[in-house]
């Protein structure tokens, strides 16, 4: 299987930060704010790999830094230790090193994202269809009657329906715009997609079709998948491996069958002792 | 003469409980092989640790110590109990199937796709996996009407074939089964044996326990009895 994302020890800091910031805090000492600076330490050590076609799972409790690691890799925050480098049709690109205008390029062609809020993911002042537009605008495609087609193609695909193309968002449920925002990400193949909570917070039908419409695209198109959820359900669905977080730390990485019929770590086993 | 696809040497494992500070004790120092077109029968009484050996070797446990030595088709080794998660994946995809006890399966696909999975997942078309999966339901008894119906609400016997179908279907190379005919009819159950027989004879090494003892004198070519460890939490 091919190596499509190499992260080392990536890690956040928000605020002034100082040296004794990392070993200061994590699971151990059952916090993330260094004592000695105040600083959080949203993550730290955050090491792992992604391989083309697998879908990997980040879990554990809220706080735990999780969504930090997908707004790192689709460039939404900067990080503060560490590196990732993606892998693309022969290419390395090491991420933290770009310009903007190439981490610009990344973001709009090759990862795609679809956050827990809509409204990060969605301008509400366009159509459904203009979302997809703005994208794809961004990327190679600038004929307006190809565009209209893709957009079409995409809200076809994901059971938003061509109809409601011209539509906005806003007036939509909330599963329509999650979906929305999956057609959006799609629009432009990406081989890597980070879903931040996507189905947290919506009825469990809407969820369960939400999920089944993630594997589909998995099988169909071959993304590679970051899975970021609280939600063991979620993972024990979509994850082949998975990856478990406490106060900013990987605490315990394994296969997902793996991680919740033998987990290793006491903050494992409670969890999913917790979620029978 | 046939060398061995699977070769386990001092096999244990212990589950730590940490809320309890328990560690319980399931299978110690298992040795046991598997050969091409030969089916291998773990037995001993309840507890013994017969599943977790299976899930030893399908890394669903984690292996405590010992070796699990499997033989690909181009003569290669690798240990599962050191293998990485990827390549475990990548066997689990093409050389090795695992019937469990249980199934665990989405809940919302019909039956049909549930078996039909495996093969779309090797990258097989659409309509010859369907095609594969529907002969394998006619051949364990599954009524037709059942085929579009998701198994979330299936009987035992029934949720055991398609089971028992899922794991057939993408005729892997090393096969486990934990107790497959556990709640079926004897009908069901002679078509089952039948099914395994021909497998067999196509290649396939099996690593099985079974149920009933009559099972195991049919279709074991060896025998591995475990013997019950002595556990140190009280029950
Ligand atoms: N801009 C910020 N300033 C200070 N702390 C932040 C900021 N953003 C996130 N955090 C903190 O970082 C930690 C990790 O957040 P996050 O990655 O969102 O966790 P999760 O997704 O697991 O719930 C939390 O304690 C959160 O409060
Ligand atoms: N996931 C698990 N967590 C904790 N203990 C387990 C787990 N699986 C099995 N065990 C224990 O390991 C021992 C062997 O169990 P098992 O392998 O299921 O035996 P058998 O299949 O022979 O009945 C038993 O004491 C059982 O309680
Ligand atoms: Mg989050
Ligand atoms: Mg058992
Ligand atoms: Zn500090």
Redesign the pocket.
Known sequence: MRKVLQVSNLGKIHGNGCPRCVASTGPDVGSNICPHCQSVVANAAISFDLHAGEILGIMGESGSGKSTIVKMLFFDEDPSLGEAIFYDNGHQWNLFSLNAAQQRRLRNHRFGIVYQNPHLGLNFNFSAGGNIAERLLMSDLTHYGQIRERARDLLTRTEVGSERMDESPKKFSGGMQQRVQIAKALSTSPPVLFLDEVTTGLDLSVQARILDLILEIQQELGTAMIAVTHDLGVIRLLADRTIVMKNGRIIEAGLTDQIL??PQHAYTQQLVASAL | MNSAILTVEKLSKQ?F?HEQQAA?P??AEVDLQVFPKELTAIV?P???????VLKCIYRT?LPGAGRILYQNEAGHTTDLAQASDHRVLELRLRDIGFVTQFLHCLPRKPALDVVSEPLLLRGENRETARDAAADLLRLLNVPERLWQVPPATFSGGEKQRINLARGLISQPRLLLLDEPTASLDPDTSERVIDLLTTIKAKGVGMLA?FHHPELVRRLADRVVE?IPQK?LCHE
């Open positions: 019929e033998d | 589950f409980l319980i399931s299978c001993g309840t507890g013994c640790g017969k599943s977790s446990y326990v475990l556990t």
